[in-house]
């Protein structure tokens, strides 16, 4: 099979290229994840979605396909909280697990996905496994209070294979922002995510609306779906697809700065998370709102 077709349309730079629907888009990137296309396609399929970017339907497509090969979570006792993680820490410690185990804490299922997409960053998985929490080997059910890991290998190979591409291009593509809007659950759940540019809080909201997603929507942390324990950032939610307001946020640094620690390596930070959960340390203000209104979110799914 080719998809050469597909990039004649999409590959006629940024005011030429042409939209693909829904249905199209879903076959060309089934095609990819399937691995029934040559390297060179794959490359210019990449390189011509970064130019021209994605339009919702598109990345409605993107997502169906990535469902239809996806090993999915079987439907959780209550809904499933999930947390992408795919940036790690540059200058912040990465607190993505700090959150899971604070939505865990509070009764319900929490799964985080990822895989280290870059060298010189501190991933989750190197702070989950300072916290003992190790990566799940098979699809499983999660359960209400539990914090797992699923590595995007075990979810989707083909995903895996596509966000490994920017290793060789050094571009980020599509796959980067699908991950950041997937369901990996057969039943109820809601989607954390987070945005870099608020350009991408728009076209982000466009696709959780045209998907009826459940979902939290912020500005989060170098990447991460975590607020950023500085700021209180504005936090938008989706109920089946409709916005609703939840946070409006505040410009600037906070002015009860929380302690953080100084060096963001694993072990470091997993110390910070355990002083944290024990009570030693105060959970930030962002986090604890950011933890209350995923349970807002997660009230109004039922299975």
């Known amino acids: 099979m080719s998809i050469a ?7 006629r730079g940024k005011q030429g290229a042409r939209p693909l629907d829904r249905a199209q888009a879903a076959d060309l990137f089934g095609q990819v994840l399937d691995g029934t296309v040559t390297d060179l396609e794959i490359g210019a399929f990449c390189l011509a979605m970064r130019i ?9 497509g993107f997502l169906d396909a990535t469902a239809a090969r996806t090993n999915r979570i079987p439907a959780c006792e209550k809904p499933l909280v999930v947390l992408p993680s795919y940036n790690g820490a540059r200058k912040l410690p990465v607190l993505t697990p700090l959150l899971a185990l ?5 009764g319900l299922p929490v799964l985080i996905h990822g895989t280290a997409t870059e060298s010189n960053r501190v991933f989750v998985h ?3 496994q300072a916290l003992g ?20 290998e075990l979810l989707c190979p083909g995903l ?9 291009v050094g571009l980020r593509n599509s796959s980067h922002s699908l991950v950041k809007l997937m369901n990996p659950c057969d039943g109820p759940a809601v989607i954390v995510s987070s945005y870099t540019h608020p350009e991408y809080a728009i076209s982000m909201g466009e696709v959780f609306e045209l998907m009826h997603s459940t979902a939290l929507l912020l500005r989060g942390t ?11 950032p504005q936090m938008d939610g989706f109920i089946a697809g409709k916005r609703i307001a939840l946070e409006e946020g505040r410009k600037g640094t906070i002015t009860d700065m929380p302690f953080l620690p100084k060096e963001i390596d694993a072990k470091s930070t997993a110390a910070y998370i355990q002083s944290v959960m024990s009570g030693n340390t105060p959970i930030p203000a962002s986090l604890g709102l950011q933890v209350e209104h995923i349970l807002r979110l997660a009230s ?4």
């Open 52 to 60: 021209k970017g994605e339009t919702a339907q598109e990345m409605a």
């Open 222 to 232: 170098e990447g991460e779906v975590v607020a950023d324990a500085r700021r209180l």
């Open 160 to 168: 895996k294979r596509l966000l490994d591409v920017r290793r060789t």
């Open 5 to 11: 077709h597909y990039i004649k349309e999409i590959g």
């Open 102 to 106: 604070l939505v865990a804490q509070r």
């Open 126 to 128: 190197d702070v989950l």
């Open 133 to 152: 929490i190790h990566a799940l080997e098979s699809i499983r059910a999660i359960a209400p209070g539990e914090a797992a890991f699923v590595p995007t």
């Open 300 to 303: 109004t799914q039922s299975q």
